[in-house]
């Protein structure tokens, strides 16, 4: 069965130190790949997603990079993170044989 | 473009039937999803349906699909206290890499 895992699920971080939230992905092959941001009370923005190794793409151009080493790992970066950066992060995979989109249990960031 | 509408509360009694409500405005949405967050967690799928159906039941849940007026409805039978969260709409269409565009989600309060 296909699982997604990420971590961690709570993180503390002071204004201008660097970022890295991981995403794995079992059970599958080749899946899209996503992170989405929710700010306290809002919906959720997609950030950036990825169709394959090493193709990713921006939705919303911020102080954050995303990268793809392995075919179902997902990594979201920062050098600096900026107090806006604070956030409730998602990451999520998608099979495209069946279009539905699945989420991992999330990372709360507070940047202070 | 693409935009996903929901009222932002609801409050229903246990017991009683929540009726939450989602318009879309991309006509060519192939998908429809209906996510459920709990506090602190991720999105669960509840469920979806294909923009062929007018509508699908599962268990307590009964999802009610107008693609003439672009309405997308999530029924709840019998609201238990465990229903509280937070239920987001999406919407998608099919073929290669698609974004999910989610609405803002409704937070559903359900009172012993």
């Known amino acids: 069965s296909q699982t997604i895992h990420q971590w961690p699920a709570t993180l503390v971080q002071p204004v201008g130190s660097p970022l890295s939230l991981e995403c794995t992905v079992e059970?599958?092959?080749?899946?899209?790949l996503y992170w989405y941001r929710q700010a306290a009370g809002r919906g959720l923005q997609l950030l950036f997603y990825?169709?394959?190794?090493?193709?990713i793409s921006s939705e919303v151009p911020q102080n954050l990079s995303a990268s793809r080493p392995q075919d179902r790992q997902f990594i979201l970066s920062s050098k600096k993170l900026l107090l806006s950066d604070s956030g409730f992060y998602l990451c999520?995979?998608?099979?495209?044989?069946?279009?539905?989109?699945?989420f991992g249990s999330g990372t709360q960031l507070s940047v202070l | 473009g693409e935009d996903v509408e929901q009222s932002l509360f609801l409050s229903v009694r246990e017991g009683d039937s929540s009726v939450i409500n989602c318009t879309y405005t991309?006509?060519?949405?192939?998908?429809l999803y209906w996510y459920k967050q709990e506090p602190g967690a991720g999105l669960q799928l509840l469920t979806y349906?294909?923009?062929?159906?007018d509508m699908k039941q599962d268990q307590r849940l009964t999802v009610l699909l107008n693609k003439k007026d672009k309405h997308l409805s999530l029924r709840i039978a019998d609201t238990q206290t465990g229903d509280s969260a937070i239920y987001f709409c999406?919407?998608?269409?099919?073929?290669?890499?698609?974004?999910?565009?989610f609405g803002i989600g409704t937070k559903l309060q359900v009172i012993p």
């Open positions: 990825s169709v394959g190794i090493g193709q």
């Open positions: 999406a919407e998608t269409k099919s073929g290669g890499y698609q974004k999910v565009t």
């Open positions: 991309d006509s060519s949405s192939t998908y």
């Open positions: 999520a995979y998608k099979v495209t044989t069946n279009e539905k989109l699945f």
């Open positions: 349906i294909f923009s062929n159906m």
């Open positions: 059970g599958t092959s080749n899946p899209n």
